[in-house]
C-alpha cells in the first residue's frame, strides 16, 4: 500500500496486518512496523516499478492493492500555479495508474487480486477552491471504473472509498491556515461528526477481502457520514437532526 506514514494509510496498514496480510508500504517518509517497507514517490516511475519488484521478490504473490497516497492543493482556481497542479495530478492520479499497471499485471498473471483506490467525496461533486484535488479524485473515480472493467473479468476486482472529511494531520494543517472550522463540517454531515481514520480503514479492509466482498466491483463506497447523499439546506439539515 501507499501512503502509510500518517493518518488513513497508517490506520489501514495497521487494520489489514491485524487481519493476517503481510503489510508492504511505499511512502516519501520511512514507515516502520510492517514487512517491508520502501521509501520512495509515488509518481516516479522507477520508484514504483523497483517496489512493484521488491514486493514481488520479498514477498511473493500479491491479494490487495491499496493506492492511499494523496497531497492536496487549496486556493482558488484562477490562482493556482500549473505547477502545483501538476504535482497533485501526478500524485494523486497518475501515481495511482502507475501502481495499478505495476501490481495489476502481477495480478492478472496471478488469476486474482484486489485493488482499493482511497478517492473522495470531491471526487463525486464540486467543492470550491480545491481544483487540482477535486480533478484529481474525480479522475480516480473514473479509472477505478475502468479497470473494473476490464480486469473483472479476469479475477482483479477494483473498487474505491471516497472519504468525506477526516480527522488527520492533513484536516489539522488546513485548520491552522483558518480555511474552516470544525462545525463547518459537522454541521453539514448527519452523521454529526468527522471520521475517524479507523472508519476509512475498516470499508478498505472489507473491498480488499474476497469473502466479505467477492462480487463487489466497480464500486465507490462512500464513508462520509451521509455527506454526498443530504442535498437540504442548511436549516432543513439542522432541523432534521435535533427533533
Given at each position: ?6 493518518g488513513i ?6 487494520v489489514?496486518?491485524g ?6 508500504v511505499?511512502?516519501?517518509q520511512?514507515?516502520e512496523?510492517?514487512?517491508?517497507g520502501?521509501t ?6 522507477a ?6 519488484d521488491?514486493?514481488r521478490d520479498t514477498l511473493?504473490?500479491v491479494?490487495?492493492?491499496v ?5 492536496a492543493?487549496i486556493?482558488?482556481a484562477?490562482g ?7 504535482r497533485?495530478i501526478?500524485v ?16 492478472l ?10 478517492a473522495?467525496?470531491a471526487?463525486?461533486m ?13 479522475g480516480l473515480?473514473g479509472l477505478?471504473?475502468t ?5 473483472g473479468?479476469r479475477g482483479?476486482?477494483v473498487n474505491?472509498v471516497c472519504p ?12 491552522a ?5 470544525d ?6 454531515v ?5 471520521a ?7 470499508a ?9 466482498s467477492g462480487?463487489?466491483?466497480g464500486t465507490m ?7 454526498y447523499a443530504d ?13
Amino acid at each position: 500500500m501507499t501512503g502509510a506514514a500518517q493518518g488513513i494509510g497508517r490506520r489501514t496498514a495497521e487494520v489489514l496486518a491485524g487481519e493476517g496480510y503481510t503489510v508492504a508500504v511505499l511512502d516519501r517518509q520511512p514507515v516502520e512496523g510492517f514487512a517491508l517497507g520502501v521509501t520512495g514517490d509515488v509518481a516516479d516511475d522507477a520508484d514504483v516499478a523497483g517496489f512493484a519488484d521488491r514486493v514481488r521478490d520479498t514477498l511473493g504473490r500479491v491479494d490487495v492493492l491499496v493506492n492511499n497516497a494523496g497531497i492536496a492543493d487549496i486556493g482558488p482556481a484562477e490562482g493556482i500555479d500549473p505547477s502545483r497542479f501538476r504535482r497533485v495530478i501526478d500524485v494523486n492520479l497518475t501515481g495511482a495508474f502507475l501502481l495499478c499497471q505495476a501490481f495489476g499485471r502481477q495480478m492478472l498473471e496471478a488469476g486474482g487480486g484486489s485493488i482499493v483506490n482511497v478517492a473522495s467525496v470531491a471526487g463525486l461533486m464540486g467543492i470550491a477552491d480545491r481544483a487540482a484535488y477535486n480533478a484529481s479524485k474525480h479522475g480516480l473515480v473514473g479509472l477505478t471504473r475502468t479497470l473494473a472493467v476490464e480486469w473483472g473479468g479476469r479475477g482483479v476486482r477494483v473498487n474505491a472509498v471516497c472519504p468525506g472529511w477526516v480527522k488527520t494531520e492533513m484536516d489539522d494543517d488546513a485548520q491552522a491556515s483558518a480555511l474552516y472550522v470544525d462545525s463547518d463540517i459537522t454541521d453539514h454531515v448527519p452523521m454529526g461528526r468527522f471520521a475517524q481514520p479507523d472508519d476509512i480503514a475498516q470499508a478498505i479492509a472489507f473491498l480488499a477481502d474476497p469473502a466479505r466482498s467477492g462480487f463487489v466491483n466497480g464500486t465507490m463506497l462512500n464513508v462520509d457520514g451521509g455527506w454526498y447523499a443530504d442535498g437540504s439546506w442548511q436549516g432543513l439539515r439542522l432541523g432534521a437532526r435535533n427533533r
